[in-house]
């Protein structure tokens, strides 16, 4: 079993991007379908960026690169982001 | 159903490091002095960042041990570092820094995986290794809650030495406000238990959760 960190790991850097907490949102993963949310996601910390993978099919969902003053995120393995907003 | 939180840009904060206190010969728990710390919920974790002299960054996640509370005058929070032999930031947590030495950090961070005091459903808590360390908090924040719902904590290690929090763990239970512990013992089991050794499988597992558990068990 290789060796992965999971989604919640992710809050922080997420949280420099978005107004909402995305590790409390469900992910529908592109490859096979799971809906799951995204805390629960295997992350692997190694290499440029981080990659973040579906737990059921490990297909990558989501990839982040942080550079000194901007970010790279792909998301496209993700067909769609269920996120509570609360109440204005 | 996802629950949301606003959060506001999370900021760099420097912390101070108060006091330290070995777990174990390789894990060593971080007493943090933390001003404006806006406290935390059992579970969340920070975002703890070196810099080297030549501006080189690391940053790793580490989870909250504590329930939260203060440490004098100042907000405290404690973390519990194990040291990874091929670490890049454990072993100068866990060796170099020392009391008095400045370290950054951000949070809390992480709504997912928590536990909140108010929640009075049972709850089946399963942890592996250092994966103890959020479990550890919401065992801490139950008891300073006064709360006596049943919490049954599974703790796979690899052998007896290795356990984080034993001694409290075993004073928590003795006291009978509804705490159990069952240990794993994947290499080696205490001399003369009897206990057989090898990862938890579904097996043990299956059959522990107190009735009414909380359907969400946490597991780390």
């Known amino acids: 079993m290789s060796n992965h960190l999971d989604g919640n790991m992710l809050a922080g850097v997420l949280g420099e991007l978005f107004a909402v907490d995305v590790t409390t949102a469900v992910g529908r993963c592109a490859s096979c379908g799971t809906s799951a949310v995204i805390a629960q996601a295997h992350v692997y910390p190694g290499g440029p960026g981080l990659v973040a993978r579906c737990p059921v099919c490990a297909e990558v969902v989501l990839r982040l690169v942080r550079g000194p003053d901007r970010a790279w995120l792909d998301l496209r393995g993700v067909t769609c982001l269920q996120l509570a907003v609360p109440p204005a | 159903m996802a629950r949301a939180a606003v959060l506001g840009r999370l900021s760099w904060r420097v912390a101070g490091l108060a006091a330290v206190r070995d777990e174990t010969p390789t894990a060593r728990t971080l007493v943090l002095a933390v001003p404006g710390w806006p406290g935390h919920l059992p579970g969340q974790h920070v975002d703890v960042r070196l810099t080297a002299a030549d501006g080189y960054s690391a940053q790793r996640s580490y989870s909250i041990a504590s329930a939260g509370g203060r440490n004098g005058p100042e ?105 159990t512990v069952s240990y794993i013992y994947t290499r080696a089991a205490p001399a003369g238990s009897g206990l057989p050794t090898g990862r938890p499988g579904t097996r043990r597992c299956s059959c522990a959760g107190p009735p009414g558990s909380s359907r969400r068990p946490r597991i780390c």
């Open chain 2, 75 to 179: 907000p405290s929070l404690e973390l519990t570092v194990q040291r990874l032999a091929d670490g890049e930031v454990s072993p100068y947590l866990t060796q170099v820094l020392s009391v008095g030495d400045p370290l950054e950090l951000r949070g809390p961070i992480g709504g997912w995986f928590v536990w909140e005091p108010a929640d009075d459903q049972p709850v089946l808590l399963v942890a592996g290794g250092s994966g103890i360390v959020p479990l550890m908090a919401m065992i801490r924040a139950r008891a300073a809650a006064g709360r006596r719902q049943p919490f049954r904590l599974i703790y796979s290690v690899r052998d007896p030495g290795t356990a984080l929090y034993a001694a409290e763990l075993a004073e928590q239970e003795k006291a009978g406000d509804g705490l």
